[in-house]
């Protein structure tokens, strides 16, 4: 069993739809949990970053963390052409900094 | 402010031949960190440098891998001989802090072995 689940896609949205990614997990010391957007043939960036349980919000970005579910999300409102792109989730322990990472879904939102 | 920069973009290189990859990290950044993609994985972690210091390399495959960081500056990856199962994307990541997750990318790069 991977230690991060993510359905890799692709979602495929129309335009000014909100979206919900979301990621899955089995280690219990994850503490950090942050999301990062990679385009076609470019690094990861980092989106949303997320220490323990709540809610974080930025712009059109929410990002949300159920420690007891063990479960993350992504939402994005309003969304535009150009949010089209693999979004990737990432954890990490308190005293340990390997990022473990999802496999990435592949989003695309329809003009 | 320049990003993450990597060298080369792309390599395609026979099996047993030697590649030595290069990353630039944020100056300032301490912290260097390399990760790998192969096809159809999930992004794994090879190693972690604070300044020239080898904090982690648990994530390193074998010991045909070899990283170094001369003088806490740049970083240098060399495979060799590569495998065939070597091929990915290699990506470098730089940050302040140590302990966040918010790692700066490069834009990869990319190994072909043939």
């Known amino acids: 069993q991977k230690e991060v689940e993510q359905d890799p896609g692709p979602l495929s949205v129309p335009e000014g739809a909100i979206v919900s990614l979301n990621c899955t997990y089995s280690?219990?010391?994850?503490?950090?949990f942050m999301w990062y957007r990679q385009y076609s043939r470019k690094g990861p960036e980092l989106l949303m970053y997320?220490?323990s349980s709540g809610n974080k919000e930025d712009g059109r970005f929410t990002a949300q963390v159920d420690k007891s579910s063990k479960y993350i999300s992504l939402f994005i409102r309003d969304s535009q052409p150009s949010d089209s792109a693999t979004y990737l989730c990432?954890?990490?322990?308190?005293?340990?900094?390997?990022?473990?990472w999802g496999a990435g879904t592949k989003l695309i939102i329809k003009p | 402010e320049a990003g993450v920069t990597q060298f080369p973009s792309h390599s395609v290189i026979e099996k047993g031949q030697t590649v030595t990859l290069r990353c630039d990290p944020i100056?300032?950044?301490?912290?260097l960190y390399w990760y790998r993609r192969v096809m159809g994985k999930e992004i794994k972690f090879l190693l972690h440098?604070?300044?020239?210091?080898?904090?982690?390399e648990s994530g390193m495959p074998n010991n045909r891998f070899l990283a170094e960081r001369t003088g806490g500056t740049y970083s240098t990856l060399k495979v060799q001989p590569a495998e065939l199962e070597d091929s990915g994307v290699y990506f470098c990541?730089?940050?302040?802090?140590?302990?966040?997750?918010?790692?700066?990318f490069g834009e990869g790069s990319r190994l072909t072995v043939l």
């Open positions: 280690n219990s010391a994850f503490q950090y």
């Open positions: 100056s300032g950044h301490d912290n």
């Open positions: 990541a730089s940050s302040r802090d140590r302990g966040t997750g918010e790692l700066f």
């Open positions: 990432a954890m990490m322990e308190d005293s340990n900094y390997q990022l473990i």
């Open positions: 440098f604070v300044k020239e210091s080898k904090q982690d």
């Open positions: 997320t220490y």
